[in-house]
């Protein structure tokens, strides 16, 4: 089985786990910029994290044998936060870099005004740096956040087709059908949605733009999520080429749009460290 994890926060997560990862077949992910539990109080505090992600957490996958990308955003949570508004003018320099494959994660979290003008906002910013989008809807109101999220995306001209709204379930999954936009499932260990409930909506609905991610973070979660989907669709009587299109295919397509993946294997290099923001390679001090 082979595996890209479409969404999943690696900052939070340890060493053991990539090898676990690795081990039941993911060779890739894309890691969306989000909250960090804990408001920023500054601005530059996410420029720290953007170039993380751009960076360092892309050094650290490929050590393990995992192709890193990311997406960058000013998530929908600190939207609201009036400190950390004029990131929305520092996104241009961060979505022209190698490995961001798309803007996100944007969306709703409270559905504030705040909210819905920064999503418009970095819907813009994505038509004008022709990237694909990852949307958030929220875990409170989902039906009304994912309804006007899909109006928003009408009205801001852009393809469907550039569209994963994500985090979606039974009530949701009609209207993001219909809308032509991409459509994402977080699997977590407790009751929003699990790989049995996923693998019923994959019988009903059928596999085309179909995205299983694991949404895995600092919070209860498991980023084996991808893999135990794939075992409950095969115990379900999918095949291997249908486990294989919604975990590899499908979101390879969708960020594929962003003509930057990088999905050729690693070549894990020991000898390289990581230091002021780049790889050096053959440098290690014996
Ligand atoms: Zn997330």
């Known amino acids: ?4 994890d479409p969404h999943i926060h690696m900052t939070s997560r340890t060493t053991d786990d990539y090898e676990a990862m690795y081990a039941a077949g993911v060779r890739a992910v894309t890691e969306p910029a989000f909250w960090l539990g804990q408001p920023r109080s500054s601005a530059a505090s996410f420029y720290d994290y953007f170039d993380a992600l751009v960076g360092w957490e892309r050094f650290r996958a490929a050590q393990f044998g995992i192709r890193h990308h990311c997406t960058i955003a000013l998530n929908p949570k600190e939207a ?47 038509g004008e740096h022709d990237l694909p989008v990852l949307v958030h809807t929220p875990h409170r109101d989902k039906v009304e956040g994912t309804r006007r999220t899909l109006e928003l995306v009408a009205a801001s001209g ?13 009530v949701t999954v009609d209207m993001v059908a219909g809308s032509g936009c991409w459509l ?29 991610n694991s ?17 409950a669709m095969r115990g379900a ?7 294989d299109r919604v975990l590899w295919r499908n979101p390879v397509a969708f960020y594929g749009q962003s003509g930057r993946l990088l999905l050729d294997p690693v070549d894990i290099d020991q000898t390289a460290t990581f230091e002021g923001n ?9």
């Open 1 to 4: 089985m082979r595996i890209f």
């Open 80 to 126: 609201n936060d009036p400190r950390c508004a004029e990131v929305l003018d520092a996104l241009p320099r961060y979505l022209a870099k190698d490995g961001v494959v798309a803007v996100g994660e944007v969306g709703f979290d409270s559905m504030t005004d705040d909210e819905e003008k920064a999503f418009v906002r970095q819907l813009d910013l994505a």
């Open 158 to 170: 852009l393809p469907p087709e550039r569209v994963l709204v994500d985090h979606l379930n039974e």
């Open 184 to 212: 994402g499932f977080s699997i977590y260990p407790d009751t929003k949605m699990d790989e049995r409930r996923m693998v019923r909506i994959l019988a009903d609905h059928g596999l085309d733009r179909m995205i299983v």
């Open 215 to 231: 949404a895995a973070d600092w919070g209860r979660s498991d980023p084996l999520k991808t893999a135990k989907t794939g075992q």
């Open 237 to 243: 009587g999918f095949s291997e080429d249908d486990v």
């Open 278 to 286: 780049s790889v050096l390679r053959g440098q290690r001090p014996a």
